[in-house]
T-cell receptor, first 109, second 113 residues
Framework: GENVEQHPSTLSVQEGDSAVIKCTYS??????FPWYKQELGKRPQLIID?????GEKKDQRIAVTLNKTAKHFSLHITETQPEDSAVYFC????????FGAGTRLTVKP | NAGVTQTPKFRVLKTGQSMTLLCAQD?????MYWYRQDPGMGLRLIHY???????AKGEVPDGYNVSRLKKQNFLLGLESAAPSQTSVYFC????????????FGPGTRLTVT
């Protein structure tokens, strides 16, 4: 089955800096790649997703890039704010959804 | 709309006991899912349902059973709980298929002693 690896497991940045989280996947047939944000004690919520026919997608301060050849995709958060502090999960879908282990992002004011 | 709700929010079981977790959604979604979340392991799919009366196994189905008798409800059962099933359980739903935004419930924290 699909295997998704996510790096780094923890990331600390200063407010206003950029944050980048990277994921790799194993099944070249995977065609949907969402990113979820989970605040402490809360449910995961979708923040952005990308399909395999697109190389990049942006939504305000958040962007996702996809490299199908290398089988990796990344989440970019610019101008980080303290409220961006959370655990971020990537996922890849082919026959079923597989999630990465998560990245704990801390934005220091 | 309440979205996706889960009952109960917390539960403590002794090894060997059984219980059922209830997930309900009021968004008329066809697909429903049960995940478990363990520290450092992300979310892992236990079972899912593509519609009323149908269920399928996910990545980690052993020790769990599910039923989808009504479109809006998805039940997760533990027949004989084990300490390895201590986890946070999330239910989710999508309108059509897994390759769409998943709407998660608030989670159930289960401890098996």
């Amino acid at each position: 089955g699909e295997n998704v690896e996510q790096h780094p497991s923890t990331l600390s940045v200063q407010e206003g800096d950029s944050a980048v989280i990277k994921c790799t996947y194993s099944d070249s047939a995977s065609n949907y790649f969402p990113w979820y944000k989970q605040e402490l004690g809360k449910r995961p919520q979708l923040i952005i997703d990308i399909r395999s026919n697109v190389g990049e997608k942006k939504d305000q301060r958040i962007a996702v890039t996809l490299n199908k050849t290398a089988k990796h995709f990344s989440l970019h958060i610019t101008e980080t704010q303290p409220e961006d502090s959370a655990v971020y999960f990537c996922a890849a879908f082919y026959n079923d959804m597989r999630f990465g282990a998560g990245t704990r992002l801390t934005v220091k004011p | 709309n309440a979205g996706v709700t889960q009952t109960p929010k917390f539960r403590v079981l002794k090894t060997g006991q059984s219980m059922t977790l209830l997930c309900a959604q009021d968004m008329n979604h066809e697909y429903m899912y049960w995940y478990r979340q363990d520290p450092g392991m992300g979310l892992r799919l236990i079972h899912y349902s593509v519609g009323e009366g149908t269920t399928a196994k996910g990545e980690v189905p052993d020790g769990y059973n599910v039923s989808r008798l009504k479109k809006q409800n998805f039940l997760l059962g533990l027949e004989s709980a084990a300490p390895s099933q201590t986890s946070v359980y999330f239910c989710a739903s999508t309108l059509a298929g897994q390759a769409y935004e998943q709407y998660f419930g608030p989670g159930t924290r289960l401890t098996v002693t």
